[in-house]
């Protein structure tokens, strides 16, 4: 009997917690529909914020990034002003300039960025301020600038072109078989990112295209930190979170693998030692102990490594299929090169080295043109620390969040003339020279103090899959004329991928 009643009192108590958590669960559901609500309503009643709140937008425009461009060519000063979301969005080079460069201490992650990646990327590079900004990027700038480790990057990049990206394109070329070319650059580029980072090789561009937990995981991840940016009030993720539901739930669900993934790798590193090894968890576990803080700076530049480089690939291969004028050029100068350089040499012409590299300058020039029209990182926002006035007159309350926008900047012809819409490498080139513009005006890789120290690193990964590529295959979009989609992300994706057909050259 006393076994029976301890069962209906434990049966009880259950039952009163269920319906504690289910009531709570509706209320909070209210509690967040009501706040939307009065979001729409009454709080701002602007033809902006209804649009977005109301998802309008959507009638005219296929992304919302292409939206917000309408909105900055429109605006008499190049800002506009997202009430629901306290964000200012700027497409003016002079308030970029201000905000990246001359009030930069003003302008900073700020608390609410960083709680919102804060689950993914910790205390890493690119979700910190202050001191721990100032630690990190004095160690990545030593190390990224080093020859010996730039050397390392391009050696792994041209085994990943060699072994893997030519095999796997001359295993479909000429079959009429459909390769989502998007998936394959992410591919390349995460086992390259893995490579670097780890010294791990997730083998994700092998022939059989393996699926890889970790690679899915990680984009999963980053998919679902994204989400939280759009949410009409951070209330609402926060309470997912809270409670474990939805996408905050299959949010932790795949930072927990990439957390167990990144202390496999540390683990093994200190088992194995690491202070002969090149890859960057090694050298940064020189100088850090803490397995968490080294978990967080690695994850960061996975996450920069990898997205971007992708995303840059696949936005150039995009325009290249529309223009085969660009790509019968970058083809006569990599032959020009080859033969002023190396005369006679039987190499394989597919690959060139460094130096030859850097003589190609209609190549980078194109590779700029197409990151100006497709950047990988489409908008950045900062934090104002302070109630401040830009340099367009436009106020900014403190605490308010200031975005500017490579994507829109590409696209206003007030900053690139009436031809800003035109893919066209030689705005770039100046006696066939490349002439670089104003990082104000081009910030795709952002500006002022906290400049990408991975650029340089960046366009040369992406130099030798286009040469390998365009010397000796004809890559064709399915459906060139069709815009691209974008999907949420912290870097641009193409929804659905890119389709294209293969073909090798003089086959």
């Given at each position: 009997m006393e076994s029976d009643s301890s069962s209906l009192w434990f049966c009880s108590v259950c039952s009163v917690f269920s319906f504690l958590f289910f009531s709570f669960t509706v209320l909070f559901s209210l509690f967040s529909l009501l706040i939307f609500v009065l979001r729409l309503k009454l709080w701002c009643r602007c033809e902006i914020c209804k649009a977005f709140l109301t998802s309008s937008w959507t009638k005219d425009f296929d992304n919302l990034c292409d939206w917000y461009?309408?909105?900055?060519?429109?605006?008499?000063?190049?800002?506009?002003?997202?009430?629901?979301?306290?964000?200012?969005?700027?497409?003016?080079?002079?308030?970029?300039?201000?905000?990246?460069?001359?009030?930069?201490?003003?302008?900073?992650?700020?608390?609410?960025?960083?709680?919102l990646l804060g689950d993914l990327l910790g205390k890493g590079i690119f979700?910190?301020?202050?001191?721990?900004?100032?630690f990190q990027r004095k160690m990545a700038s030593l190390q990224l600038g080093s020859i010996s480790v730039r050397m390392h990057a391009f050696d792994i990049v041209e085994s990943e072109v060699r072994t893997r990206l030519i095999p796997l394109l001359l295993?479909?070329?000429?079959?009429?078989?459909?390769?989502?070319?998007?998936?394959?650059?992410?591919?390349?580029?995460?086992d390259n990112i893995c490579k670097f980072s780890f010294g791990f090789d997730p083998g994700c561009l092998e022939l059989s295209l393996p699926v890889s937990e970790f690679a899915e995981a990680f984009d999963l991840a980053s998919k679902l930190t994204a989400q939280r940016v759009l949410a009409p009030s951070s209330l609402i993720w926060k309470a997912k979170r809270v409670l474990n539901l939805g996408s905050e739930k299959e949010l932790k669900q795949a930072i927990k693998m990439v957390d167990e993934f990144a202390q496999r790798m540390i683990k093994q590193r200190r088992e194995m030692g690491f202070s002969d090894r090149h890859d960057l968890l090694s050298r940064f576990m020189g100088t850090i102990d803490d397995d968490k803080y080294l978990r967080d700076i690695v994850v960061s530049?996975?996450?920069?490594?990898?997205?971007?480089?992708?995303?840059?690939?696949?936005?150039?291969?995009?325009?290249l299929s529309r223009h085969p004028k660009v790509e019968s050029?970058?083809?006569?100068?990599?032959?020009?090169v080859l033969s002023a350089t190396s005369p006679s040499s039987s190499d394989d012409r597919r690959f060139v080295s460094f130096d030859q590299m850097r003589e190609m300058h209609y190549l980078h020039a194109a590779l700029c043109e197409s990151?100006?029209?497709?950047?990988?990182?489409?908008?950045?926002?900062?934090?104002?620390?302070?109630?401040?006035?830009?340099?367009?007159?436009?106020?900014?309350r403190k605490g308010t969040r200031v975005t500017y926008h490579p994507y829109a900047m590409g696209r206003m012809e007030r900053i690139w003339g009436s031809d800003c819409l035109e893919f066209n490498p030689d705005r770039w080139l100046k006696n066939g020279r490349y002439i670089p513009e104003s990082p104000y005006k081009y910030p795709v890789f952002q500006a002022g103090l906290r400049v990408c120290l991975g650029k340089e690193m960046a366009l040369v990964e992406m130099k030798c899959v286009v040469l390998a590529i365009t010397s000796q295959f004809n890559i064709r979009v399915v459906n060139p004329s069709q815009g691209p989609r974008f999907a949420p992300g912290l870097t641009a994706t193409v929804r659905g991928g890119v389709s294209v057909l293969v073909e090798e050259r003089g086959s």
């Open positions: 461009t309408h909105l900055l060519k429109k605006s008499s000063t190049g800002s506009i002003h997202i009430h629901v979301l306290g964000n200012i969005v700027t497409a003016d080079p002079g308030n970029v300039e201000h905000i990246l460069r001359t009030r930069f201490e003003s302008y900073t992650k700020g608390k609410l960025f960083s709680a979700n910190v301020d202050g001191d721990l900004w100032k295993s479909v070329s000429g079959k009429q078989r459909v390769l989502d070319l998007q998936d394959v650059f992410r591919r390349f580029s995460f530049f996975l996450l920069a490594g990898r997205d971007t480089v992708a995303s840059g690939l696949t936005g150039f291969f995009l325009l050029a970058i083809r006569e100068e990599l032959e020009r990151l100006r029209l497709f950047p990988p990182v489409q908008h950045d926002s900062k934090s104002a620390q302070d109630d401040d006035v830009l340099p367009d007159h436009t106020f900014v």
